[in-house]
């Protein structure tokens, strides 16, 4: 038997993905909400009259405007809440479908959904200290700087120095206004003073530089959700290498990707997996082997495949 796909832009005029409709001809609401995490809804613009028309939402199902005809070829786009609250002027009023725990959730849960995506570029477009090793002992604040300047404005340019000798320790820190100069800079190499120095992005310890997080904290699990639907979901975003769950079940999860920018992009927000709302924050290493000293963060073995 063939499936039925239809196409979903998360806004007018976007270029749409193809969403599986279920053998009833209807488009589940949790399907849709794992390609356009906030959503709750579809619309689309009549093709005849040009006006934006919504489409039916009954427990969990988006039904196809005209049953007998099924959703046709046209593109369909997002609804979302409007500031978390609905008032009865809405246009587009959802209706989601909520389990016990949702209920217990503040309605601003909605309104950071609707936002993900935002907060996912903002993320990526930060700019950060970025640390430079390797740096002749010659080299002076000022001469960093200076060099740093070529590829856009700096705002902070430090050497780090031996408190009693008062001499370079080989390497400094460096920050930039625009967050285009930063990835021009880790993009390569530097000639400092004829030689030859490294830019990476450092771990707060002074010095130390470690790879930033791929793994993240999933709170608000329920026993229902097993790694393979966190795996399943996270994979919508990237490449998965790793979903750990406690037993016995202790209502959290944690999920590694392969791209740590990946993983530090979902910390903050609210998700829903099979109509659980999640919540994404960063992992504290350190925290997790002391809450559980079976955990290790290497490949996953038998006890880490599901629940």
């Known amino acids: 038997m063939s ?3 239809l196409q979903v832009s998360e806004e007018e005029g976007e270029e749409p993905i193809e969403l599986p409709v279920e053998e009833d001809g209807t488009l589940l609401l949790s399907t849709l909400q794992a390609q356009f995490p906030g959503t709750c809804g579809l619309k689309y613009r009549n093709p005849d009259s040009r006006a934006i028309r919504g489409v039916r939402l009954n ?4 039904h196809p ?5 099924g959703w046709g070829s046209q593109v369909y786009f997002c609804v979302f809440p409007k500031g978390g609250k609905y008032g009865k002027n809405d246009k587009y009023h959802c209706n989601l479908p909520l389990t016990i725990s949702q209920n217990k959730r503040k309605s601003d849960d909605h309104l950071e959904n609707s936002t993900a995506k935002t907060k ?3 993320t990526r477009l930060r700019c950060t200290d970025l640390i430079v090793l390797g740096l002749p002992w010659k080299t002076t604040e ?3 700087r200076e060099y740093f300047e070529t590829f856009g404005e700096v705002l902070m340019a430090q050497v780090k120095k031996d408190i009693k000798s008062g001499q370079s320790k080989g390497f400094g820190f460096i920050r930039f206004g625009s967050y285009e100069a930063q990835m021009r800079v880790l993009a390569q190499r530097h000639l400092i003073d004829n030689r030859w120095c490294e830019v990476k992005v450092p771990n707060s310890k002074e010095g130390m530089v470690q790879q930033v997080p791929c793994k993240v904290f999933v709170g608000r699990c329920s026993e229902d959700l097993t790694a393979d639907d966190l795996r399943d979901y996270f994979s919508k975003f990237g490449e998965v290498t790793d979903v750990f769950i406690p037993k016995p079940f202790r209502a959290f999860s944690f999920v590694t990707f392969l791209d740590p920018e990946v993983a530090q992009s979902l910390c903050g927000e609210d ?3 099979k109509g659980v709302s999640v919540r994404v924050s960063n992992a504290a290493p350190k925290s997790e082997q002391n809450r559980n000293p079976n955990y290790t963060s290497g490949p996953p073995s038998h006890h880490q495949r599901g629940s």
Do not use: A, V
């Open 65 to 69: 405007p005209i049953p007998e005809s």
């Open 59 to 62: 427990e969990g199902r988006l």
């Open 120 to 122: 996912r570029m903002e």
């Open 271 to 273: 998700h829903i997996i």
């Open 142 to 144: 000022q001469s960093l």
């Open 3 to 5: 499936i039925e796909f």
